[in-house]
């Protein structure tokens, strides 16, 4: 999963991953009540990030959702975040 853009000044693109709209019981849930996304997979890393390395490119992080930053690359929408943003990676 590699693309044309590399972070600058800390900051990780991520490809959100989209939750369900439906309850773990297989209840449908409004747009009113769906909360945003907070996960998602590192896709590539600023060279000056202090918290997270190049090993974790690949793997799912949790982040503050008011934070992303939508962008456009190669036609595809990421979120741009500050690596200060995410909260831990996701174990399998």
């Known amino acids: 999963m590699t693309v044309n853009f590399k972070p600058l000044n800390g900051r990780v693109l991520l490809e959100i991953t989209k ?3 439906k309850t ?3 209840l449908f849930l409004p747009d009113t009540a769906k909360k945003s996304d907070n ?3 590192v896709v590539a890393i600023s060279s000056s990030s ?3 390395g190049e090993g974790v490119i690949g793997k799912k992080v949790m982040f503050n ?3 992303p930053m939508p962008i456009v690359v190669e036609g595809k929408t990421y979120a741009l975040v500050l690596d200060t ?3 831990g990676i996701l174990e399998d």
């Open 65 to 67: 959702e008011h934070a």
């Open 19 to 21: 939750t369900e709209p």
């Open 85 to 87: 943003d995410i909260f």
């Open 50 to 52: 202090k918290t997270i």
């Open 39 to 41: 996960i998602g997979t």
């Open 24 to 26: 773990a019981g297989g």
